[in-house]
């Protein structure tokens, strides 16, 4: 089984539109979370941490369940900007990131 | 000024060659990573050194020997190059914490191509 499960996508979108991209982890000693965005050709980059209580970025909110070992990231008003993929990180053992298979965002006009 | 920084951007070989890339932070942070993306895209880790100690490594073949000077440094050797070996190879670093561990930051990626 995967550390880290997503659903790969796409998610073809209209601007202005919500989208929601789900995540579930294997392992339950899991400590820290995050969402990172990978544009074609480029370096992973963090996103956001998401935290225990749920937290918003702009436009960006994040979830986590540890309970269902479940993670979601949550964009409101789309832009065409926001297309690229999306990773869902999990770390434990303080040392080791496992990342998701990634989520890909097409946000058209 | 760049956090994570790894050379060379673009690596052609042929097979059955060595090469090296290398990697440098300067974040001063104690853990250094080196993770695989494939042609599918998902990033798998390779290595971890945690104040120039190996931590993690994971069943990666042998021709893979990381080396790390000093906590700011993790290079990555690849002796006798495969075909399977193509694949862009990133190098990361973060910070432990009491509680887990700050966020990893990424350099650029090296594309390997063996030819």
């Known amino acids: 089984r995967k550390e880290v499960e997503q659903d790969p996508g796409p998610f073809n979108v209209p601007e202005g539109a919500t989208v929601a991209f789900n995540c579930t982890y294997s392992?339950?000693?899991?400590?820290?979370f995050f969402w990172y965005r990978q544009d074609c050709r480029k370096e992973p980059k963090l996103l956001m941490s998401?935290?225990?209580s749920g937290n918003e970025d702009g436009r960006f909110t994040a979830q986590l369940n540890r309970a269902s070992q479940y993670i979601s990231l949550l964009i409101r008003d789309s832009k065409l900007s926001d297309s690229a993929t999306y990773l869902c990180?999990?770390?434990?053992?303080?040392?080791?990131?496992?990342f998701g298979s990634g989520t890909k965002l097409n946000v058209k006009p | 000024d760049t956090a994570v920084s790894q050379t060379p951007k673009y690596l052609v070989t042929q097979m059955g060659n060595d090469k090296s890339i290398k990697c440098e932070q300067n974040?001063?942070?104690?853990?250094m990573y080196w993770y695989k993306q494939d042609s599918k895209k998902f990033l798998k880790i390779m290595f971890s050194?945690?104040?120039?100690?190996?931590?993690i490594n994971e069943t990666v073949p042998n021709r893979f020997s990381p080396k790390s000077p000093d906590k700011a440094h993790l290079n990555l050797h690849i002796n006798s190059l495969e075909l399977g070996d193509s694949a862009v190879y990133f190098c990361?670093?973060?910070?432990?914490?009491?509680?887990?561990?700050?966020?990893?930051?990424f350099g650029q990626g090296t594309r390997l191509t063996v030819v």
């Open positions: 974040l001063g942070h104690d853990t």
């Open positions: 990361a670093s973060s910070q432990v914490l009491g509680s887990g561990s700050t966020e990893a930051f």
């Open positions: 998401v935290y225990s």
């Open positions: 392992n339950s000693a899991s400590q820290s």
């Open positions: 050194y945690n104040n120039k100690e190996l931590i």
């Open positions: 990180v999990v770390n434990h053992n303080f040392n080791k990131f496992y």
